[in-house]
């Protein structure tokens, strides 16, 4: 998901090769449709620039977006030579998310949208140097000459915690139980060498102060996922190193989407997942069976 996003739109002064002085840069591009749905846009091709550049579209009344801060958008970007669209939220029918730093994304991106303002439609101009540079991006069908052009809808900004933060709550009897370092970080989870309950459980370890997470969320998570079975961690991002972002929306593990639905972030979540809402296949590369209860422990860490 980080690299799903491609920095776009700059400006070149057309005026003087076309013989127009009323318009330049940035003010050639026009950009029509409501807020929040696929906008339409428009320029004469090709669009060049020289400078990032950026334009709000139209107004929000939301927080202003921060450097490291994370960003829920939806966006489009369109290649300045030919017209052409190269990437679309829209078209995937979920928000994308992205932290706003240098070396998490293009330069052009960081330019355009710090400072601007939650519910804002953002009219962004990235000239090769602040994007791709000479290299392009094959894959998208950009040179490294290409002027890029986005349309994003900020949707929300924020800070995600680094983990569980709340009280404490005491889970009852019979439950795997979870080891913590000494910042209240987990590192091993203890299934009970008993038969897994045959009911779906979703015990919070930890309760937040944060929102409550909907059907329509984009959440920041740590987790971990141990199979009842054997014991053994199958997958882990505090093993990995980092958090995931993810929309509620994309879950496919029923079990998963019941236990999240009405957390609030800043909870530590354990699910107890038995096979009828869990993967529905065997994992590979994993001791995970479809047959298999799984349990997961989750922290909820955005957004705020």
């Known amino acids: 998901m980080r690299r799903l996003l491609l920095p776009v739109l700059t400006f070149l002064l057309l005026a003087t090769a076309v013989g127009c002085a009323s318009k330049e840069g940035i003010e050639m591009i026009s950009v029509s449709g409501d807020l929040g749905e696929k906008p339409k846009v428009s320029f004469e091709k090709p669009f060049e620039a020289e ?6 579209i139209a107004g929000g009344d939301g927080g202003a977006i921060k450097k490291g801060q994370k960003v829920v958008i939806d966006y489009v970007g369109i290649n300045g030579r030919d017209g052409k669209e190269f990437d679309s939220s829209w078209q995937r029918g979920v928000p994308a998310s992205f932290v706003v730093q240098q070396g998490q994304l293009i330069n052009g991106f960081v330019k355009g949208l710090v400072g601007k303002s939650v519910g804002d439609r953002v009219l962004l101009t990235i000239p090769p140097k602040d ?22 809808d900020v949707k929300d900004a924020y800070t995600p915690l680094r983990q569980a933060k709340g009280e404490t709550v005491a889970p009852p009897d019979g439950l795997p139980t979870v080891k913590t370092d000494e910042e209240g970080r987990p590192t ?9 309950p045959k009911d779906f459980v979703a015990q919070p370890l930890i309760r937040g102060n944060g929102s409550k997470v909907t059907p329509q969320s984009t959440i920041d998570v740590h987790y971990t996922g141990v199979n009842w079975r054997t014991g053994k961690v199958f997958e882990s991002s505090w093993n990995a190193g980092a958090p995931v972002s993810f929309p509620m929306a994309g879950i496919a593990v029923a079990g998963l989407k019941e236990g999240l639905v009405g957390q609030t972030v800043g909870s ?4 107890v997942i038995p096979p009828d809402k869990g993967f529905g296949q065997d994992l590979p590369n994993t001791d995970l069976k479809k047959t298999d209860t799984v349990v997961f422990v989750i922290d909820i860490l955005g957004p705020t």
Do not use: C, H, M
Request: overall charge negative; cysteine-free.
């Open 51 to 56: 400078e990032t550049e950026s334009q709000v």
């Open 131 to 152: 994007g791709y540079g000479d290299q392009g991006n094959q894959e998208a069908g950009i040179k490294g000459s290409d002027t890029l052009i986005f349309v994003v």
């Open 188 to 196: 091993a989870v203890n299934v009970p060498k008993t038969d897994p």
């Open 268 to 271: 530590r979540v354990l699910l």
